[in-house]
């Protein structure tokens, strides 16, 4: 599978970006998708996740922040990010999720290269 995203940039705090993330392969429909964000010398966290059925849960940091969404036609997740804040500063990328052990796991092991988002104070 290969994980494409984009859309990130500079923004001040307050504003707005959306992210895209296109996967490759024909599975893509059935899968749990979910946006990751890593902070310099911070690990690799979740902080939305979309079901199949496009059942959506949030990281109480990004609550009525973020909206994530899919279009399985086009192979492609969503992040809409608003109110941003400088603590939102991170590369962000897309993988597949699953549960396990009642914990949400990264679905595949390659990442892509992410998209930073910057947001200025």
């Known amino acids: 599978v290969q994980l494409q995203a984009s859309g990130g940039g500079l923004v001040q705090a307050g504003g707005s970006l959306r992210l895209s993330c296109t996967v490759s392969g024909s599975i893509f429909s059935s899968v749990r998708m979910g946006w990751y964000c890593q902070a310099p010398g911070q690990q690799r966290e979740l902080v939305a996740t979309i079901s199949s059925g496009s059942s959506t849960k949030y990281a109480d940091s990004v609550k009525g922040r973020f909206t994530i969404s899919r279009d399985d036609a086009k192979n492609a997740v969503y992040l809409q990010m608003n109110s941003l804040k400088p603590e939102d500063t991170a590369v962000y990328y897309c993988?597949?999720?699953?549960?396990?052990?009642?914990?949400?796991?990264?679905?595949?092991?390659?990442w892509g290269q992410g998209t930073q988002v910057t947001v200025s104070s």
């Open positions: 993988n597949g999720v699953y549960i396990s052990g009642g914990e949400a796991r990264p679905l595949w092991n390659y």
